[in-house]
Nanobody
Framework: QVQLVESGGGLVQAGGSLRLSCAASGRTFSRYAMGWFRQAPGKERESVAA????????SYAGSGKGRFTISRDNAKNTVYLHMDSLKPEDTAVYYC??????????????????WGQGTQVTVSS
């Protein structure tokens, strides 16, 4: 069974930065694409960023382009999301997810079969 454990969320002022981490276990981490999603109260879960299994390709949703950076360390079975210039509208629960497929990156929720429990990010104005 795949387990994904996020960490690094918290309260930050607008304009600040956070780095989220997601530690994975249970299958060969380096074979699968990974992604970060977020869900704000009353809203659908949406893609934030995704990365291919090798880490050589990334994709970003419009909301995070230019401010967020996804990366992975396959030796540590960990994927990261570095977030700069945070805005109050970035407030949400952030989830990491492991894709069903190798290669990638993938942007759709249905492309992912394992999810973490989420970590809260709150950006104050």
């Amino acid at each position: 069974q795949v387990q994904l454990v996020e960490s690094g969320g918290g309260l930050v002022q607008a304009g600040g930065s956070l780095r989220l981490s997601c530690a994975a276990s249970g299958r060969t981490f380096s074979r699968y694409a990974m992604g970060w999603f977020r869900q704000a109260p009353g809203k659908e879960r949406e893609s934030v960023a995704a990365i291919s299994s090798s880490g050589g390709s990334t994709s970003y949703a419009g909301s995070g382009k230019g401010r967020f950076t996804i990366s992975r360390d396959n030796a540590k079975n960990t994927v990261y999301l570095h977030m700069d210039s945070l805005k109050p509208e970035d407030t949400a629960v952030y989830y990491c997810a492991s894709a069903r497929y190798i290669g990638g990156p993938y942007d759709r929720k249905q492309d992912y079969d394992f999810w973490g429990q989420g970590t809260q990010v709150t950006v104050s104005s």
